[in-house]
């Protein structure tokens, strides 16, 4: 079953109502499992969408400088 993939300001905010869940510490246990199991997941797409956006900015910036090395010419 394929995971519906979510934009990252949605799951940074599913993510940041989980961590205010946990921290009120009034969450039964097997639901803090749970919610930490989908913070885990959530933080970990997070992760992968800012490496991803970070190399996609290199690879601009590469090809930029390059344009702009061939105009100085």
């Given at each position: 079953?394929?995971?519906?993939?979510?934009?990252?300001?949605?799951?940074?905010?599913?993510?940041?109502?989980?961590?205010?869940?946990?921290?009120?510490?009034?969450?039964?246990?097997?639901?803090?499992?749970?919610?930490?199991q989908k913070?885990?997941?959530?933080?970990?797409?997070?992760?992968?969408?800012?490496?991803?956006?970070?190399?996609?900015?290199?690879?601009?910036?590469?090809?930029?400088?390059?344009?702009?090395?061939?105009?100085?010419?």
């Amino acid at each position: 079953m394929a995971k519906k993939e979510i934009p990252f300001d949605e799951a940074m905010l599913q993510l940041e109502q989980i961590v205010r869940q946990l921290e009120q510490g009034d969450v039964p246990l097997e639901n803090a499992i749970e919610l930490y199991q989908k913070g885990m997941e959530l933080s970990k797409l997070c992760s992968e969408k800012l490496q991803s956006a970070e190399k996609q900015l290199v690879t601009f910036m590469g090809e930029n400088k390059e344009e702009v090395g061939q105009n100085d010419e």
